[in-house]
Each structure stands twice: as structure tokens, then as C-alpha cells.
């Protein structure tokens, strides 16, 4: 069944890049259907989608107006995963981020287990 | 962006009671409403998706209705299981936006 495992450092000092990736098994990351979502949850935002890559014969990535100056999500096809780099981290960034995958329905089908990250020095 | 917003935000309830959570969004989703049930130090798990179709291994208890900007979930008969926070979310218009949340507590 399809898989989607996290990994990444939890704790992140303030200034510095935020990242966390997303290993996918038992689909591809160049699926010509899905997407592949960023989504994170604090108790001050709430659930909050922060961007997608997805491939239709070219890869095409969305961000969040909220986080597009400082968000780059990188698909790697050789490793079947997508990474997550916040830059200049805030204490606000802390949450819980979830690598989601949306079906061509426009379901959130799937989630990986969540990743805690927290900016503090 | 949609704003969508839950009714209530927490309720008190016992398990055989009838469970109503009201989302509404600030313009028409169309059918494009989903439902998910979330337990603490878990991901969102989907429940229910185009408003009323059940994800394969939920119960029939649960049932989902609406169109345009009102929706409902209903438990018709609360287990111990459904004990958690519910969230609507719509994905008619990027980006995806999410109710805050209404938390289902035992009284």
C-alpha cells in the first residue's frame, strides 16, 4: 500500500532553514494524477496548506501566499521523495508539518505521520 | 482564500447520541466539501469526501450532506471511538482551506 514517511530535524533554531522530507512508497512523486502537498498544523493557525509539486509532463510547484518568499519544495525523482525548506524560520513556523497526497478528485487522501518541528533558540 | 467555519468548536456527548457538526464556506465549494476525524498525536485521517461519500472502512454511522456553502456531519449513534476533532475542508479553490477544528469530548 502506499507509504508516505517523514524525516526530519524537530528542532530548528531562529533564522536558520527548516526542512523535512517526505520518502513516498507504492506511488511515484512524477505520478501524472496526484499532487503532493505541504500542509501544517499548529494551535494558533490550525491546519494550513503551505504548497504542492505535482507532473504533467513538466513539473509545476505552488506555494501559499503566505510563505512564498521563503518556501521551496523540491521533488527528487531519483529518491521517489519531496523535500520541504522553510528559510528564515520564525517561531511562528512551529507546528506539526504533514506531506499530503491529493488525488485528481481533489482528495487528501494520504498523510504521513507528521513531523514536529520547533524554532526555538 | 475560503474561509471555512465549524459549528460548534467542542461538544459534550455520550456514546448512542446523534452528533451534528455544522461548515460553512464563504462562497460555494460546490460538492468539492471533505471531512476528516482527527486523534490526538495523529494526522487527519479522511472520513468523508464530495460531501457525502464515506472512505472505504468508515462506518455507516457517519454520514455527510450539504452543497454550495452549508454541510453537515452527523454521527447518528456515537461510539467510543469517534471521540476526537473533526475538520471540514474544501478543495474547490487553491488553496485548500480548512475549518478550525470542532474537538467531540465525552460528558
Known amino acids: 500500500q502506499v507509504q508516505l514517511q517523514q524525516s526530519g530535524p524537530g528542532l530548528v533554531k531562529p533564522s536558520q532553514t527548516l526542512s523535512v522530507t517526505c520518502a513516498i512508497s507504492g506511488d511515484s512523486v512524477s505520478s501524472n494524477s496526484a499532487s503532493w502537498n505541504w500542509i501544517r498544523q499548529s494551535p494558533s493557525r490550525g491546519l494550513e496548506w503551505l504548497g504542492k509539486?505535482?507532473?504533467?509532463?513538466?513539473?509545476?510547484?505552488e506555494y501559499a501566499p503566505s510563505v512564498k518568499s521563503r518556501l521551496t519544495l523540491n521533488p527528487d525523482t531519483s529518491k521517489n521523495q519531496l523535500s520541504l525548506q522553510l528559510d528564515f524560520a520564525t517561531d511562528e513556523d512551529t507546528a506539526v508539518y504533514y506531506c499530503?497526497?491529493?488525488?485528481?478528485?481533489?482528495?487528501?487522501?494520504?498523510w504521513g505521520q507528521g513531523t514536529q518541528v520547533t524554532v526555538s533558540s | 482564500d475560503i474561509q471555512m467555519t465549524q459549528s460548534p468548536s467542542s461538544l459534550s456527548a455520550s456514546v448512542g447520541d446523534r452528533v451534528t457538526i455544522t461548515c460553512r464556506a464563504s462562497q460555494s465549494v460546490g460538492n468539492h466539501l471533505n471531512w476528516f476525524q482527527q486523534k490526538p498525536g495523529k494526522a487527519p485521517g479522511l472520513l468523508i469526501y464530495?460531501?457525502?461519500t464515506l472512505e472505504s472502512g468508515v462506518p455507516s454511522r457517519f454520514s455527510g450532506s450539504g452543497s454550495g456553502t452549508d454541510f453537515t456531519l452527523t454521527i447518528s449513534s456515537l461510539q467510543v471511538e469517534d471521540f476526537g476533532t473533526y475538520f471540514c475542508q474544501q478543495s474547490h479553490i487553491a488553496p485548500h482551506t480548512f475549518g478550525q477544528g470542532t474537538k467531540v469530548e465525552s460528558k
Open positions: 464530495l460531501v457525502s
Open positions: 509539486a505535482y507532473y504533467r509532463s513538466k513539473w509545476y510547484i
Open positions: 499530503v497526497r491529493l488525488t485528481g478528485e481533489g482528495i487528501l487522501d494520504l
